[in-house]
């Protein structure tokens, strides 16, 4: 499994990113995870085939994850970002109980 990320950037607080990571085959767990400096990287949003969706307290009604199976890419709409949300954002996959990480990409919310 590759995952290709992107879609970060430095952006001011409410603002709002979208990230996208492209995979090369349809996987049935997507998700995204974030590690700010200092911190261990967690869990922000994961889509399970089926239609459950999971979303950390901090981010909920503000964040959405999608995903566009034909093109087999998930997403990350970010709203209303706030400084707290800066971090390296990663792209996740599980497949077959092994998980598949993205190269990962910075976003920064910042005035």
């Known amino acids: 499994v590759q995952l290709q990320a992107s879609g970060g950037g430095l952006v001011q607080p409410g603002g709002s990113l979208r990230l996208s990571c492209a995979a090369n085959?349809?996987?049935?767990?997507v998700g995204w995870y974030r590690q700010a400096p200092g911190k261990e990287r967690e869990l922000v949003a994961n889509?399970?085939?089926?239609?459950?969706?999971n979303y950390a307290d901090s981010v909920k009604g503000r964040f959405t994850i999608s995903r566009d199976v034909v093109k087999k890419t998930h997403y990350l709409q970010m709203n209303d970002l706030k400084p707290e949300d800066t971090a390296v954002y990663y792209c996740?996959?599980?497949?077959?109980?092994?998980?598949?990480w993205g190269q990962g990409t910075l976003v920064t919310v910042s005035s």
């Open positions: 085959r349809i996987i049935n767990v």
């Open positions: 996740n996959a599980v497949l077959a109980r092994q998980n598949y």
């Open positions: 889509m399970i085939w089926g239609g459950t969706i």
